[in-house]
């Protein structure tokens, strides 16, 4: 069983780390060409296909032309502990043992815009590329075109070498989450929906807590060493409830 999250927009570059373990990053080479694409990008051409402040985009064009492609401890860190968004509060990562950062780099994965996909450990350097972004390439339009088959082969491979059942638990957003052939991958996939209850008493998905809501089950999955779907049901964090009869097979559903 594997679970894949999403990336985030926010960074932390200077926080101490947690460990000195870290992995390569697997999927560099395509990385590598992605950053070519957009060091021919001027500040404007990026706030406008970002649809970003001018600032944010001079501070990323920088990036794209400081980005070395042999990733060391010195110009990068290890992903889960460089993202910093509503995700990644949820997940508290910093908070892991030793113990929870070797279950996290078998059983956890991140989708990314730069990096395809990312286990824990995978050393990046600072960037911004939603995969959302429409960027013209040698294989089409979008980075969804840029990524094809490459990031569904790896998850499949990844699927095949984690312990557990063969299911995908997809806590991502939509926009990371279209860049997987679910037919292709052949693996049951399971996507958690987070509720909150508004002033009526009506649930109804509140961007901001499900973010932290899916990177809060991602953690408890990892602590718990949680390894069947079926246990995904005694999630409890952050005040969320399973509500059975609101829930499927496929998805079940917390509110709170």
């Given at each position: ?45 990026v ?23 042999e ?9 889960v ?95 990371y ?19 909150d ?60």
């Amino acid at each position: 069983m594997l679970t894949v999250l999403s990336p985030a927009k926010t960074l932390d570059f200077e926080t101490k780390l947690i460990t000195k373990k870290h992995s390569e990053p697997r999927l560099v080479a395509q990385s590598a060409g992605l950053i070519e694409i957009m060091r021919e990008k001027s500040p404007g051409d990026v706030k406008e296909l970002m649809s970003i402040s001018e600032e944010l985009a001079t501070l990323n064009v920088q990036r794209y032309r400081d980005y070395e492609q042999e990733h060391t401890t010195k110009n990068s860190r290890p992903a889960v502990l460089a993202f910093n968004g509503d995700v990644y509060q949820g997940l508290r990562a910093t908070e892991f043992d030793a113990r929870d950062l070797t279950e996290a780099q078998k059983s956890l994965r991140i989708l990314s815009g730069l990096y395809g996909l990312l286990r824990p450990l995978d050393l990046i350097q600072p960037h911004r590329l939603e995969m959302g972004t429409r960027l013209n390439t040698s294989r089409g339009q979008t980075l969804y075109d840029w990524w094809g088959h490459i990031v569904t082969d790896q998850l499949r491979r990844d699927l095949d070498a984690s312990p557990g059942s063969d299911v995908l638990v997809n806590l991502a957003s939509n926009e990371y989450f279209k860049v997987v052939d679910v037919d292709a991958l052949g693996a049951r996939v399971v996507s958690p929906r987070f509720e909150d209850r508004g002033p009526d008493g009506t649930p109804r998905v509140v961007s901001f807590h499900a973010k932290k809501a899916r990177g809060a089950m991602a953690g408890w999955l990892v602590r718990n060493r949680i390894r069947t779907v079926a246990k995904i049901v005694d999630f409890d964090d952050l005040g969320y409830r399973y509500d059975e009869a609101a829930s499927t097979r496929d998805q079940p559903v917390f509110i709170r």
